[in-house]
């Protein structure tokens, strides 16, 4: 056993983390006797490691040897006036209770040295028991680790560092297991370090392993590889990273791991791929007017030599075919103008023109060519303004629109198209963002078709986005529709449900004459005089604008946000609220079983409907529960107002019994 005096430098935890066990054999404890002295003398004195017999007591040094005195920095006279604790840091010296079972002959530990010169010298030392001259002894050998002890050091700080660098830093060894995973690599791929060391990288985010087998035969060929990879992150993202693969080798030239530096490209990728759509649309566009031209002076004189032909010919049977080369080539033509508008941008000339007669022109072919099965119905007032528009552009809109609907009807269907006078006030420009203040005619194309997820709906005005087959869409006619509508100064809504149908509504300014127009405003109806309205829509900000304008023209509202709520405050106030003014479509309770059990209550309740998209069924059964003005959204004050007033003064109708 070692002197109790020693086993304190024995406590101290080796701080190499993959300590080795030492491999050279410390040397054999030398026999105490005569004959082996030199040879002991000698090995002591010519070995390459600094070395020192200590007195097991006091540890006060016996006998130094020359690396000893080399490498410290003491002479042997002053090592000799010393102790080894004289060497030690002195926080090192700690007393211990756990003295290593290995405590013995060969023991070994790791300490701090300090030379002569203050120098550190991180060391492991190993130490033997031995009798020296007649006395208990100790033989202790130092092996200086400073060296190493300093890479490590800078390994850490160089993790460290790495951790900063905003790439992902992987090592991997050659089974692709990972040995490294940085904070970068965290970020980008949302996996820790400790969830992924020790596992293998093919296993959770490689998606193209094709591609990554290839990059690997290249790798081992030239010792790099670089190139795009797409990666899925621990959410399941999508994650475009330019690689760098670098094949680290290990002393001997033989391939040990491969170094992975990935910078996260998604972004770059995806705005890269929308300069080129737009790119791509620029010379679609700049093709598309060279080719309309040619296609122009094709049709040019087809069309002029029908009506030669028109003159010569007399057979009724000739003239149909005269018919019908003439209206395709004219549909060629018309198309020709699409294109024309879409990559030119409309800059058509500009007319007063009344809508109703383009409307009503534009009804009449979609009888004839549609199918059958689908009802075309017009709904056009009298005195609908005019506008200052290109005729043939503002064509284009209804019918892209036309067959937008025809096409969202597999079956058979209803398409209606109608027009309206509509002052934008803000009242209706708070509820439709994009709205402009100001008289318009209002175009509309509803039809009872398959409607568009919101999603659609997001994406139907980027040019090229179609749901069609190909052959069947070209993705270009709402991008030409929303073109032609911009350039009149005019904006567009939309109404879409799933299943039920689409509506759009085209808005164009008015060409009003401002004296005229004043004058049919002033003609406008009577304000409130502070009646109660209850306002019943699940969308806040439609409450929100509701009660602004009724306040401001002298109701009081109150709001409920669905059918539910709006029942329990008919019951407590029925007295007081003169008038229902309820959405259609509500998650909780909806419009129309809102009115059917209002009437139970209260079987003289006086209700407005309003809805974006009134389908014949509902407006059937909502006439049947005595409903009287149904509101179609988006609507203006003016025309709420009109509602409010035609039900507060008639007469309350005779409500059909049984409903
Ligand atoms: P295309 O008709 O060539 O597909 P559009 O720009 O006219 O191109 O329309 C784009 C897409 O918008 C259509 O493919 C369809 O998915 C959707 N869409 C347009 N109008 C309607 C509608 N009335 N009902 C349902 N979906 C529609
Ligand atoms: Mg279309």
């Given amino acids: 056993m070692l002197p109790l005096s020693l086993t304190r430098y024995l406590h101290l935890p080796f701080p190499y983390p993959n300590r080795v066990p030492m491999t050279q054999a410390p040397p054999k404890p030398p026999s105490p006797s005569l004959e082996r002295e030199a040879s002991f003398q000698l090995l002591f004195h010519e070995h390459p490691l600094p070395m020192w017999v200590v007195d097991a007591e006091s540890l006060a040094f016996l006998v130094v040897n020359e690396v000893a005195v080399a490498k410290y920095g003491y002479s042997l006279a002053e090592f000799l006036a010393m102790k080894m604790d004289d060497l030690a840091e002195p926080e090192e010296l700690l007393p211990t209770a756990a003295v290593p079972a290995t405590a013995g002959a ?100 490689v998606r193209e392993k094709l591609q990554i087998m290839e990059a690997e035969v290249e790798l081992l060929r030239k010792g790099v590889w670089t190139g795009q990879l797409t990666h899925r992150s621990k959410e399941g993202r999508e994650v475009i990273v330019n690689s760098r693969w670098t094949l680290v080798r290990d002393e001997y030239g033989a391939p040990q791991s491969v170094l992975v530096i990935d910078t996260d490209i998604t972004e770059t990728k995806k705005l890269e791929s929308q300069f080129l759509r737009a790119q791509r649309l620029e010379s679609i566009g700049t093709l598309a007017s060279g080719i309309a031209h040619d296609l122009n002076n094709i049709l040019s004189p087809i069309l002029m030599a029908t009506n030669i032909l028109r003159r010569t010919v007399t057979g009724a049977e000739e003239e149909k075919v005269i018919k019908i080369i003439e209206g395709s080539a004219e549909r060629g033509a018309g198309i020709v103008k699409q294109v024309l508008t879409f990559a030119r941008g409309a800059e058509g000339e500009r007319v007063l023109l009344q809508p109703k007669h383009l409307i009503s022109e534009l009804a009449k072919i979609m009888a004839q060519t549609f199918p059958r099965n689908i009802d075309i119905q017009t709904n056009l007032p009298t005195d609908l303004w005019t506008v200052l528009g290109d005729a043939t552009q503002l064509h284009q809109i209804l019918l892209n629109l036309c067959v937008n609907a025809r096409d969202a009807m597999s079956d058979a269907g209803t398409i209606t198209i109608s027009a309206e006078n509509v002052d934008i006030d803000a009242h209706f420009a708070s509820m439709n963002p994009g709205a402009q203040l100001g008289s318009h005619v209002a175009l509309r194309v509803a039809d009872t078709g398959s409607g568009m997820t919101p999603e659609t709906m997001e994406k139907i005005f980027d040019p090229f986005f179609t749901t069609k087959e190909v052959g069947k869409g070209t993705g270009l006619g709402l991008a030409t529709v929303i073109g032609i509508v911009k350039s009149h100064g005019g904006f567009l809504t939309l109404q879409s449900v799933v299943g039920v149908g689409t509506t759009f509504s085209v808005f164009i300014p008015a060409s009003r004459d401002a004296e005229v127009a004043k004058k049919e405003d002033e003609a406008a109806v009577a304000n409130g005089n502070g009646e109660l309205i209850l306002v019943v829509d699940d969308e806040a900000p439609i409450r929100e604008a509701l009660v602004g304008t009724l306040t401001a023209h002298g109701y009081r509202a109150y709001t409920a946000e669905d059918g539910t709520d709006a029942l329990a405050l008919y019951f407590q106030r029925r007295g007081e609220i003169s008038v229902v003014l309820t959405d259609l479509s509500m998650g909780q309770m909806d419009g129309i079983a809102l009115v059917r059990a209002l009437r139970k209550i209260d079987p003289a309740v006086r209700v407005i409907v309003s809805s974006g998209h009134f389908q014949k069924e509902n407006v059937t059964v909502l006439q049947g529960l005595g409903v009287e003005v149904m509101l179609e959204k988006p609507y203006t004050a003016d025309k709420l107002r009109r509602a409010i007033r035609k039900v507060l003064e008639t007469k309350n109708p005779a409500v059909p019994a049984g409903k």
Avoid: M, P
């Fill in 106 to 205: 060969g023991a070994s530990a790791a300490w701090r040295h300090t030379a002569k010169d203050g120098s550190v010298l991180h060391v492991e030392s190993t130490w033997h028991e031995i009798v020296f001259a007649g006395r208990d002894a100790v033989l202790v050998l130092s092996i200086d680790r400073t060296a190493q002890r300093h890479a490590e050091e800078q390994n850490r700080e160089q993790a460290k560092l790495l951790n900063l660098a905003s790439d992902a830093i992987i090592v991997r060894d050659l089974d692709q297991r990972l040995i490294f995973w940085n904070q970068g690599a965290t970020r980008l791929y949302g996996w820790t370090s400790e969830e992924v060391c020790g596992g293998r990288t093919l296993d959770f985010f």
